[in-house]
T-cell receptor
Framework: DGGITQSPKYLFRKEGQNVTLSCEQN?????MYWYRQDPGQGLRLIYY???????QKGDIAEGYSVSREKKESFPLTVTSAQKNPTAFYLC????????????FGDGTRLSIL | AQSVAQPEDQVNVAEGNPLTVKCTYS??????LFWYVQYPNRGLQFLLK??????LVKGSYGFEAEFNKSQTSFHLKKPSALVSDSALYFC??????????FGAGTRLFVKA
């Protein structure tokens, strides 16, 4: 079945450490997204990519970085510059027509050790 | 700029009663509107969308939504709530380019 796979499910970060969250999709979608969700809150856009080798900052990009070397993959790195990284991170992808919905992975929960 | 508002943080309903989760929007041009549901520790799942045509849109799990252009609303409805419908519901609107603008979410509690 087609879908989006995020790994790991749970991740712990030490002080000063960079960590990378994986997101892979086999839906053949061009567009991919990373969101941050804090407890009881909505989604905030971190980065998005409309096509391979191109990506744009979202609303809260500071302290995060991404790459898009392959259509299927859009990894997110949470750097040590992100001082409050504890959150639920969601990856999504979307087809190329405006009326198509986004498809989401099951998230990665990042916590600080 | 496109925006979407969900005026209720939480909705409580008894099992078997009808439910409504409210959403209002602001867009320039024709709106593409969506509803998603999120269960604990899971990603969002698509429920239904409005593009054009009939104002009553039917979706997954018995949910439907009513598009009202004059009131700029897109309320989610279900005739008979189930305990298993308890979840976090998000209204969304297509933003600029490939972006989607999400509301803050409404938590639905269905009591047995």
């Amino acid at each position: 079945d087609g879908g989006i796979t995020q790994s790991p499910k749970y991740l712990f970060r030490k002080e000063g450490q960079n960590v990378t969250l994986s997101c892979e999709q086999n839906l053949n979608h061009d567009a991919m997204y990373w969101y941050r969700q804090d407890p009881g809150q909505g989604l905030r856009l971190i980065y998005y990519s409309q096509i391979v080798n191109d990506f744009q900052k979202g609303d809260i990009a500071e302290g995060y970085s991404v790459s898009r070397e392959k259509k299927e993959s859009f990894p997110l790195t949470v750097t040590s510059a992100q001082k409050n990284p504890t959150a639920f991170y969601l990856c999504a992808s979307k087809g190329d027509r405006g009326h198509q919905p986004q498809h989401f992975g099951d998230g990665t929960r990042l916590s600080i050790l | 700029a496109q925006s979407v508002a969900q005026p209720e943080d939480q909705v409580n309903v008894a099992e078997g009663n009808p439910l409504t989760v409210k959403c209002t929007y602001s867009v320039s041009g024709n709106p593409y509107l969506f509803w998603y549901v999120q269960y604990p520790n899971r990603g969002l799942q698509f429920l239904l969308k409005y593009i054009t045509g009939d104002n009553l849109v039917k979706g997954s799990y018995g949910f439907e939504a009513e598009f009202n252009k004059s009131q700029t609303s897109f309320h989610l409805k279900k005739p008979s709530a189930l305990v298993s419908d308890s979840a976090l519901y998000f209204c969304a609107v297509r933003g600029g380019g490939f972006k989607t603008i999400f509301g803050a979410g409404t938590r639905l509690f269905v009591k047995a």
